[in-house]
Each structure stands twice: as C-alpha cells, then as structure tokens.
C-alpha cells in the first residue's frame, strides 16, 4: 500500500483551497493508495525527461503527483486549478 506524501508548496497550495475541494482531492489521492497504476491518472507532459509525473483530475483543479515504487510513495508536487497548475510543467 503506498502512502501520500506532499512537497512543502503542495502543502500551502492545499491550506489555500476551499475544504470541500480540499476534501475531494484528499478523497481521490486515497483511492490511488492501493495500486495508483489502475486508476484513472494521466502522464503530464513534462520539460523534466528524467522523471514521470501523473495527474488526477477533481473538478477544476488538479493534483499532480510522482509515484516512488520502491518506497510505496505518491508524492504529490503540486495542486490548484487547472488553469495554473501545469505553468511550471
């Protein structure tokens, strides 16, 4: 079973969000915790090459994550409305 972890701007970005948003991206990130490769995740198309991240979708917004296999970790990297979410990407 893999566990969520998030970056500390992830972290800001997630206190900024309304709660029920914020309850709805916590709910859908739980649900990759068993197997996040047999849900419904997308590949971000990344400058970085050397690194895949993914991206599930809530709504508006979008939580985009790396997943660890070794360590069992979901990193999430960054989250907010899809609108500004994939600039840095």
């Not at 970056?7 to 970005?13: I, L, Q, Y």
């Amino acid at each position: 079973m893999y566990s969520i972890k998030y970056t500390s701007s992830a972290k800001k970005e997630m206190k900024n969000l309304p709660k029920e948003i914020r309850k709805n991206i916590n709910d859908g990130l739980e649900e990759l915790t068993d197997d996040p490769y047999k849900h419904n995740i997308e590949k971000v198309n990344s400058s970085n090459k050397s690194a895949i991240f993914y991206k599930i979708r809530v709504g508006k917004y979008r939580a985009i994550f790396f997943i660890h296999n070794k360590a069992l970790i979901i990193l999430v990297m960054e989250v907010g409305k899809r609108s500004k979410v994939y600039r840095k990407w």
